[in-house]
């Protein structure tokens, strides 16, 4: 049976859903799940240009998937990662910086900026040793272990370790998790996540309510998250093979090395030379 509902962990999906301007009360309530305890309730967000330029035409420049502003000036980078890469966590850091500039006055500017939220949805698993799916990263003083600054704030949401069955959710953050992982697998409401807001979501997800050229765009988008999928699993495949081949020939090798150093001594204790035994042994 084909899917009745779309993918979010695709690029399609993703920003169908968070990415438009129609929908954006979605994204409200998303991040209002994510983190209305600790920076209070967002009423209004206004999106803003993704892409941004360094200082000059030289400069690198960086390709938000959501890029959006508070009604009290916060800065939201939404960014969906759908595989590991090197370095993710300095590139998150790195995207933090363009608000930062944006913000900085031309004149007489003190250096206050408002807060800047990076928020990663990652469909792979970035802490390996860690069972959390849910890591909250800001700066932090290390003698005190007291928060130095709350203008920085680094949220990685890692979607594979996120293993709750429908009657285990416990609140409004984690049906969205669920929703935004198992979508896909689901061909009707179920009874936990019948809220108004994630109506909307399965309303708006429905495949068959597409246009010919939007399923289109949506086929390849999905293309691409299997065939990436594909080719990670191939290397990571591989890569087992290869270890299981080199930690083979290292064990023979060393197998060889310590047989011939004990014929070695072995020869040396019946009274010949380090030299005549080495010669006899083809060393």
Not at 57 to 76: M, P, V
Not at 224 to 238: C, G, P, V
Request: with cysteine; net charge negative.
């Amino acid at each position: 049976m084909p899917d009745k509902y779309i993918d979010l962990l695709t690029d399609f999906g993703f920003k169908k859903i968070f990415g438009e301007e129609s929908n954006k009360e979605l994204l409200i309530d998303f991040l209002n799940s994510l983190l209305e305890e600790e920076k209070g309730k967002i009423t209004q967000i206004t999106y803003l240009k993704t892409e941004k330029l360094g200082m000059s035409q030289l400069d690198r420049k960086a390709i938000y998937d959501i890029y959006c502003e508070s009604q009290t000036g916060e800065k939201f980078i939404v960014e969906l990662q759908k595989a590991e890469q090197a370095f993710f966590k300095e590139r998150s850091i790195y995207y933090a910086t363009f608000p930062i500039q944006e913000q900085a006055i031309k004149g007489d500017w003190d250096f206050k900026f408002n807060s800047i939220y990076t928020i990663a949805i990652m469909d792979f698993t970035m802490e390996k040793e860690s069972s959390d799916y849910i890591h909250r990263v800001k700066l932090m003083n290390t003698e005190t272990k007291e928060i130095f600054s709350n203008k920085l704030n680094f949220i990685y949401l890692e979607i594979p370790k996120f293993n709750k069955q429908q009657a285990e959710l416990e609140n409004h953050f984690e049906k969205w998790i669920y929703i935004i992982k198992n979508l896909a697998k689901l061909d009707n409401i179920p009874p936990e996540l019948q809220e108004k807001i994630f109506k909307e979501v399965f309303q708006m997800s429905e495949i068959a309510k597409y246009d010919r050229p939007s399923r289109q765009i949506y086929e390849d988008s999905l293309k691409a998250k299997r065939d990436w999928k594909n080719s990670l699993d191939t290397s990571f495949e591989k890569g087992i093979e290869k270890g299981k081949e080199e930690g083979l020939q290292e064990g023979i090798e060393q197998g060889i090395e310590k047989g011939l150093e004990k014929a070695l001594n072995q020869l040396i204790q019946s009274g010949m030379t380090e030299e005549e035994a080495k010669k006899i042994l083809g060393l």
